[in-house]
DNA sequence: ACCGTTGTATTAGCTGAATAATACAATGGG
DNA sequence: CCCATTGTATTATTCAGCTAATACAACGGT
């Protein structure tokens, strides 16, 4: 697992979930696998254990892994969905926000769905780079 | 203007900025309309007026409000359109957050495209509203 | 020409977040 | 059964970002 960070302002734990979260979600990552441990990655990253400890701690509030002592961290279940309203309340902000920025550069509502599906297209394919 | 603070932790510049920007990009705010004076809205929010003129800054390094000395502060004619690759560029990392985050919800990139077309129909609705 | 109003600049304080140092606790495999 | 390895907890330090206080500068209407 080679994470890559860069110093710019985005904080190191959050770096390691955002690309442990887009593994997952592309596929790269599958139900059951083993993160590397807690130690291992922060030496490999040259950081505090705390600080790897804090990104795993925040997927598994997100229900994305699981942490079994003395053994590892491993990618969960998928997580128990929750109702379609809940769903929806918690995704509508992030729409918002998108739709304000696609507009805010010039493209039209066709565009960004257009953008939206290639981009979903190329992430699901990633899964086979490996 | 009534912009609405809230104390999340989100920056009050910010949340101007957000707000602001929304009005603009939902047609709310109509190019040469004449927004607060700076420190008429640092005094309507409470807030010193520097945090106002951060976020305006902002707005004017994004190109959407101009500052004119001693009158005040204009919403912007529509900014240089970048070229395509560049505004490609620019939209791409928050097109794969909000996929990641759709999919973490349990989304289909189908009900993702839906639930964006509505979105984008409400928000071009608002403008009617006020 | 003035002066009130507009935006601007400088400085300083403070809070909170991020990270690290270090020590603790649990448990499965040899 | 024990101990190496796993995750956990506590505490401290540093640093950046946000906001405020205060003083400055420009300019247009009267």
């Known amino acids: 697992m080679q994470l890559h960070i860069s110093s710019d302002g985005v904080p190191i734990y959050q770096q390691i979930v955002d690309q442990i979260q887009y593994r997952i979600m592309s596929g790269q990552l599958a139900v059951g696998d083993e993160l590397p441990t807690i130690r291992g990655l922060a030496e490999d990253l040259r950081v505090n254990p705390n600080t790897v400890a804090r990104a795993y701690r925040e997927l598994e509030n997100e229900g994305l892994v699981e942490k079994r002592r003395t ?6 279940e998928l997580p128990a969905t929750r109702s379609l309203a809940e769903r929806r309340r918690l995704l509508t902000p992030h729409l918002d926000k998108l739709i304000i920025q696609s ?16 981009r979903d297209a190329q992430i699901t394919k990633t899964k086979r780079l490996r």
């Open 71 to 76: 053994t590892g961290t491993f990618v969960a």
């Open 103 to 118: 507009r805010q550069l010039g493209f039209s509502v066709g565009d960004l769905l257009d953008l939206l599906r290639k």
